[in-house]
Each structure stands twice: as C-alpha cells, then as structure tokens.
C-alpha cells in the first residue's frame, strides 16, 4: 500500500499556494459562468471563454441601447468586479508560484520535458518530495493513477479504465500539459514520426494523452530520483 509522502514545511507552503490558486481557478469559472448565464437570460451571449468575457463584458455595460435593464446592469457590473479580482488573485498567487519554480533546481529540470510548465514542476516537486520512496517509474505513474487498473485473475490479464483515485490535482495537471503537446504536434517536424505520432494515429486522442502524462510521470520520476 502507498501512502502520502511526508513533506516539510517549505513544501506545504508551496502546495497552500497550489490550492489556494486552483480555488480562485474555480470561484472565478463560477462566476463567469453565472455572468454569461444572465446576459443570455436577456439575449445578450458571451462565448465560453475567460478572454470572450473580459473582452465582451465591458462592451455590454457601455451599451445602453442593448436592452438591459438599469438593476440588471448594476448587478453584471458588480459580478464583473468580484471576477476580474478573483482573477487578479489567481493571477498574484501564479507570479507567486513562479517566483519560487525560478529558485528551485529540481523544478527548472522537470520544465524541460514536453507538456510540464513552471505550476506542474512546481507542484510535483513539492507534493513528491523524496522520489526514492518509489521502487520505479511505474509506482510512481501508478500512485498518481495514471496506470490502468487491473481486474486479472487466473494468468489473464484485464485493464480497466484509469482511476480517479490518487492526486486529482497532479493528474490533471500532467494530462492538461499532455493535450497541449498532442494538439501542436503537426507544428513540431522533429516529432512527427516519433512515438507520440505513431500512438495518436492508432488510438483515441483521449487515449493517446493519458499515454503521454503516464510517460512524463515516469520520466519526472527519474529526473527527481537523481
């Protein structure tokens, strides 16, 4: 059985930064969302999007010939304000982050591999902590459930699917930064008959990314170990 690593100090501090970030992420999609649904109550539609609703809303409130009321204005006026300082606070606790990716060696090694960023390598580093306590890369792939699960009995073997159990944070980050590099891979020559390539001609583009992050867990796993 695998537990959770012990962290010090230092690295709950970072991961506060992490969790508070991702809690401005989802106060701040809330209420764009409600935003949008309320201009569509009164025919006025803002495409999904964080920048289609910065760039749109503005516009509507200065429009006083679009039809919305004087109370309804006010109101989108005062959800505006409380999204745009949720942004600003995701946005102060991301700067935050970086600062502190920038000062940390092991974090500025795990940047280099394709589909991880600064807020990836920033939060696998402080939620790892010492890569030794795993055997190899694939307990590593493993504790993260980015492996199949396994329902074999009697020498056959039968994967499931991959489960939701483990670090939902960590995964999500590592399948994010995944798609990322499968959606530019016609952009990059030098990977267009590479391994990535040969795995999304054959399998289901969901498939083909989840491959991806299990491979960038494995290879995090050696670079952290050294």
Known sequence: MRFVPIKNAEQQAVLALHRARQSFVVARTAQSNQIRGRLAEFGLVIPQGIKSLTKQAPEILEDA?????GATRQLISRLFEHFRGLDHQMNELEVQIR????????????????????????????SVGDARTFKNGRQFAAWLRLVPRQNS???????????KRGDIYLRTLLIHGARAVLRHL??????????????????????????????NARTVWALLWC
């Open 153 to 163: 009995s009697g020498g056959k073997d039968k994967l499931l699917g991959i489960s």
């Open 99 to 126: 600062a502190g990716h920038r000062e940390d060696l092991k974090s500025r090694r795990l940047e280099a591999i394709p589909g991880i960023g600064p807020l990836t390598a920033s939060a696998l580093v402080a």
């Open 186 to 215: 016609h952009r990059h020559a030098d990977q267009a008959e590479g391994w990535l390539a040969r795995v999304a001609a054959r399998r289901n583009p969901n498939i083909a990314t989840v491959a991806l992050a299990n491979k």
């Open 65 to 69: 010939e679009n039809g919305l009321p």
